[in-house]
Every structure is written in C-alpha cells, then in structure tokens.
T-cell receptor, first 112, second 112 residues
Framework: NAGVTQTPKFQVLKTGQSMTLQCAQDMNHEYMSWYRQDPGMGLRLIHY???????DQGEVPNGYNVSRSTTEDFPLRLLSAAPSQTSVYFC???????????FGPGTRLTVL | GENVEQHPSTLSVQEGDSAVIKCTYS??????FPWYKQELGKGPQLIIDIRSNVGEKKDQRIAVTLNKTAKHFSLHITETQPEDSAVYFC???????????FGKGTTLSVSS
C-alpha cells in the first residue's frame, strides 16, 4: 500500500494564479481531509469529506475548493492564490473521530 | 467551537530523562484524544490515542493520561532518546466526531 500520496511536493505560484493540489489514498477510507500547517499555528482543518460526493468546511475554508468524485481522490483547489496561502498542506485519510488518521508527506506552497 | 491548548511550546531534556506535554480542551463532548509525532519534512504520525472511557493508556515508553473532569490530557515519554526529538501534537475530536482539533505543537529536543 502506498498510503496517502500528495503531489506536487513543492510549488511556487504568483498571486492570482490557480492550481490544484492532488491527494490520493489506497486504504479505502471514507473520510479524507486537508490541513494547512503554519509556524506556531499547528494544523488547521481546511475542508473534509465523509465519502464520495460529500464535502464540508473546516476551520479555514476561505479561498479553497474541494470535490470528492471517488473514494480514492480528494483534490484541493486554490482559485486565486494569495500570499496568505503560503503554507505546508497536508492531506489525511481515515479517522477522524475514533480511528487513526494517516497523513501524506505534504506540499510546500509559496505564493509570491 | 472546540479549542485545544498545548504546553509547553518547546521542551529540552537530556537523554534518559522524562518528558511531559500537557493539553487542555474546551468541548466536554470530545471523546477521542490522539497524539501525533512529526519529524522534520514529514507528515504527522499517530503515536498513541485514548478514548474518553479510559483514564490511562501505555505503549512501551509512551503513556497518555486523561482527566475528563478537568478536560486535560497529557503525554508522558520516559527514558527519552535522541530519536524522540520531533514536534508533538495533541488533538481532540469535535462534538460531531467529524474533525480533529489540533494543539499548536510542542518541539521536543533530546540531547545526548
């Protein structure tokens, strides 16, 4: 099993550009989520999905879109990148309430 | 909404000493409390978790205690080793069980 995979590992964008961060899991988990990690802020939930076709907002959803067309994939879209979105983004599957969440290796995004 | 406070933000110990990290949570409905370890450049990884019907759980050198009345839980690492150096995050489930709320993290440094 590959677990949770994320692409790309690094990305530099200019303000106003759009892009999609990819996330895939091969553990057949219903629950998937996206977090951002900023220095001194811990992990903050952006969006989550409890199954294909179902998504909901987390703590910091503004500026991000998600969709869940399959159990395996959960892409995160930045519609118009802003410097405030410079961060490390982690995708996770499994959990959240009573079971282990498995995190991907992260995507380091810089918005200039 | 749920809030999780984590202390200390940094902790330095000598190899062989014990380390304790403490967290408090605000939502009395939370019933799942995991701890994650994040090594440099990697995603967080679950090291131990505890559910609200249990007061203490131990796994080799790692233990977690939970006081539901006081709404706090702690991570205890005994006989610390240099490879324990990492960032540790506590988390608590939200009331709906649909998300984890993370503390801001503790950077543990173990010197030999």
């Amino acid at each position: 099993n590959a677990g949770v995979t994320q692409t790309p590992k690094f990305q530099v964008l200019k303000t106003g550009q759009s892009m999609t961060l990819q996330c895939a899991q091969d553990m057949n988990h219903e629950y998937m989520s996206w977090y951002r990690q900023d220095p001194g802020m811990g992990l903050r939930l952006i969006h989550y999905s409890v199954g294909a076709g179902i998504t909901d907002q987390g703590e910091v959803p503004n500026g991000y879109n998600v969709s869940r067309s399959t159990t395996e994939d959960f892409p995160l879209r930045l519609l118009s990148a802003a410097p405030s979105q410079t961060s490390v983004y982690f995708c996770a599957s499994g959990g959240p309430g009573y079971n282990e969440q498995f995190f991907g290796p992260g995507t380091r995004l810089t918005v200039l | 909404g749920e809030n999780v406070e984590q202390h200390p933000s940094t902790l330095s110990v000598q190899e062989g000493d014990s380390a304790v990290i403490k967290c408090t949570y605000s939502d009395s409905a939370s019933n799942y409390f995991p701890w994650y370890k994040q090594e440099l450049g990697k995603g967080p990884q679950l090291i131990i978790d505890i559910r609200s019907n249990v007061g203490e759980k131990k796994d080799q050198r790692i233990a977690v205690t939970l006081n539901k009345t006081a709404k706090h839980f702690s991570l205890h690492i005994t006989e610390t080793q240099p490879e324990d150096s990492a960032v540790y995050f506590c988390a608590a489930s939200n009331q709906a069980g649909t998300a984890l709320i993370f503390g801001k993290g503790t950077t543990l440094s173990v010197s030999s």
